[in-house]
């Protein structure tokens, strides 16, 4: 006894299969006017609730996709995103090296800063290899091709800013244990 999936309605399931379908009715319209209306959009009834919902969840989503476009565009067309994008002004790279002053702070601090440029090195210098391998599927000239070299540019300038703090800070590190031993008799 009960419901089973796939079977018909009743005690020997030779009933209903089709689930009866919820049908909205105008107000103050006869049943006569409502099956005219049906039969005249055979293929979308325009009174079955199930439709109609779905009809305003598409439209709905519409609306939305429409909003977002707007909002898109008023972002992009923002006079300060505008000047930004003008003057090519980035937003800034912060690194703990920058922040420190190399001749002042600790060796403890120095090799700190050191592992961390190293990290930073091996990311980027990954991120490279991504782009490189990225590279050689754009054919030399395509706007993909001439995108993806500049990221490598501006990768291997990054690369090579890092690797200057990092020789700075061995360079001081050095100093600093040439100064020790000069000072052991």
């Known amino acids: 006894m009960g419901y089973v999936p796939g079977t018909?309605?009743?005690a020997?399931?030779?009933g209903r299969l089709r689930p009866v379908e919820a049908r909205a009715t105008p107000p103050g319209k006869s049943l006569d006017h409502c099956m005219a209306l049906s039969e005249k959009m055979a293929s979308q009834d325009p009174l079955k609730v199930e439709q109609k919902l779905k009809r305003l969840q598409k439209k709905e989503e519409e609306r939305n996709k429409r909003a977002?476009?707007?909002e898109k565009e008023r972002e992009r067309r923002n006079v300060f995103n505008f000047l930004n994008n003008t003057l090519?002004?980035?937003p800034e790279q912060t690194t703990n090296v920058a922040s420190i002053?190399?001749?002042q702070?600790?060796?403890k601090d120095l090799n700190i800063e050191q592992f961390k440029l190293e990290e930073d090195c091996r990311k980027i210098e990954n991120e490279i290899v991504k782009l490189n391998s990225t590279l050689s599927k754009y054919p030399q000239g395509t706007n993909g091709y001439?995108?993806?070299a500049m990221q490598v540019s501006e990768k291997n300038k990054e690369l090579s800013t890092l690797r200057n703090k990092e020789m700075q800070i061995a360079k001081e590190q050095k100093q600093r244990k040439d100064k020790?031993?000069?000072t052991v008799f």
């Open 68 to 70: 977002y476009e707007r």
């Open 180 to 182: 020790q031993k000069m």
């Open 101 to 103: 002053d190399i001749k």
């Open 88 to 90: 090519g002004q980035k």
């Open 12 to 14: 020997a399931s030779d």
């Open 8 to 10: 018909g309605l009743g």
């Open 146 to 148: 001439r995108s993806i």
């Open 105 to 107: 702070s600790t060796s």
